[in-house]
C-alpha cells in the first residue's frame, strides 16, 4: 500500500514539474520575450511600417521627381489633415529621425501630389524615366481654357493630370496652371474611350471631379515619415479651399456668337466705363477678402460674364451678391476708409439689407444680400424714389469660381437658373 502511494506521489510530482515547466516556457514566448524583444528592436533604430508598399511608392516617387527638379508638393488632403493637427511636430522633424511610419502608410488608395506647370522643364524625359522605374503612367490632357477666346489657338492641349502606380498603390499628380487674377487652376479629369477603368479606382480620385481653383500656396519643406516633401505652409487654408474649389468657365464660344449679333460697343465712354467698374470690383474683392466675407456677381454684373464674358457697358454699375450669415457689422466702415461713401442703404439686416456705394466716375457699387428659407432663397429690393420694397425670390444655388476681367471671382454653379430667376426674361437681350 506504501509503495502505491509512494508510486502516486511520485507521478503528480512528476506531473506537477511538467506543468510548471510548460507554464515558464509560455510566460518567457509571450511576455519576456516580447518585452525583450520590443527593447532590441528599439535599440536597433527599427523603423514600424516602412517596409509598406504605400511608403516605398511615395519615396520612389519623390526620388524621381527630386533627380528631374520637379517641385512638386503635397496636396493629399487626409494626410494634410494628419500633418496639421501635428504641424509643429512636423516641423521640428530632421530627415532620418522617424522611427513610425505615421502619414504616408495610412490606408488609402492614392497619394496626391501637385506641381505648377509653368515651374516643369522635362515633362516628357520625366514620363521616359518615371516608366523605367517601373510606374505605369496614365497621362490625362485637354484643350487650354485659356485661349478658347483665341480662335487660332482655341485647340491647344495641355497636360491636366497623372496617374501612376507601382505596385498597388498609385500616385495622382495633379497639374496646376496659372491664370491671369493669379491664382492656380486645374482641369477635369475627363476618361477618353480608351483608358481602361479598373486602371485605378477613379471614383475615389480627390481631385479632378470637377476644374478647380486655388490660391497660389507658399512651400515650405518638412521631412514626413523620414522623406523630404513640400507642402503648403497653411495647410489648413488649402485644406478649407478644396470643397469649395469648383470652377467654372467663361462661355467664350457663345460669346463670341453674342457680339455677331449684337455689336460690341467699343465707344471711348464704354471703355472708360469698363475701366472704371473693373477698378471697382477689384476695390471691393480686396475689402471684402479683408473682411473674410464671400461674395458673388450677381444681377447684370452676373448677366454679362455669363452672356458676353466681360462688363455690360450701359449698366452704370456693379453687382454683388453676400448670404445674409456672412454680413459684418464694420462691413460699410470697410468700405467708406476705401475710398467708397455709402450712397443708400434699403432695408434691415433681419429684412431686406442693400446697400449701395458710390465708385469713382459715376459708378455704383450695390450690395445684395440674400437670405435661405427651407426651399429657396431671396433677396429684398426697394425703390429709391418710392421707397416701395419687393422680394425677389431665387432656387437655392451654390457658388462655383470663374475668371472675370482678369480676377477670380464666384458666381452661382446654377447660372442660368439664378439669371432667369432674377430677370424672368429673355437674357439674351436684356441689359
Known sequence: M?????????????????????????????????????????????RIGFDGTQWRTVKKFIMLTSSQNVPVFLIDPLILELINKNFEQVKNASHGSASECKYFCVPRDFTAF???????????????????????CLKFESKDPRLDGIDSLSGT????????????????????????????????????????????PFRKLQFGRYPGAFDRPELQQVTIDGLEVLIPKDPMHFLEEIPHSRFIECRYKEARAFFQQYLDDNTVEA????????????????????LGVRFWLSSGTCLGW????????????????????????????????????????FGKVEDSLELSFQGKDDVKLDIFFFYEETDYMWNGGTQAKTGKKFKYLFPKF???????????????????????????????ILG
Open 157 to 200: 492641349e495641355i497636360p491636366l493630370h497623372y496617374i501612376c502606380t507601382l505596385a498597388s498603390h498609385a500616385v495622382h499628380l495633379v497639374v496646376f496652371h496659372e491664370r491671369s487674377g493669379n491664382y492656380l487652376w486645374h482641369g477635369h479629369l475627363r476618361l477618353k474611350g480608351h483608358i481602361d477603368r479598373k486602371f485605378v
Open 398 to 428: 451654390t457658388l462655383c469660381w470663374t475668371e472675370f476681367v482678369d480676377m477670380k471671382v464666384r458666381v452661382p454653379c446654377e447660372t442660368i437658373e439664378y439669371i432667369e430667376a432674377n430677370y424672368a426674361a429673355d437674357i439674351w
Open 2 to 46: 506504501s509503495r502505491i502511494n509512494k508510486n502516486v506521489i511520485l507521478a503528480l510530482l512528476t506531473l506537477t514539474s511538467s506543468a510548471f515547466l510548460l507554464f515558464q516556457l509560455y510566460y518567457y514566448k509571450h511576455y519576456l520575450s516580447a518585452k525583450n524583444g520590443a527593447g532590441l528592436s528599439k535599440s536597433k533604430g527599427s
Open 271 to 290: 471703355m472708360a466705363f469698363r475701366k472704371s467698374a473693373k477698378e471697382l470690383m477689384q476695390l471691393a474683392a480686396k475689402t471684402l477678402k479683408k
Open 306 to 345: 455669363y452672356r458676353q464674358c466681360g462688363i455690360i457697358p450701359y449698366s452704370k454699375d456693379v453687382d454683388l451678391g453676400i448670404f445674409i450669415q456672412d454680413y459684418k457689422s464694420d462691413i460699410i466702415s470697410a468700405f467708406q476708409d476705401a475710398g467708397l461713401p455709402l450712397k443708400h442703404k
Open 114 to 136: 501637385a506641381l505648377q506647370y509653368h515651374l516643369w522643364k522635362n515633362e516628357e524625359s520625366w514620363f521616359r524615366i518615371a516608366e523605367n522605374m517601373g510606374f505605369q
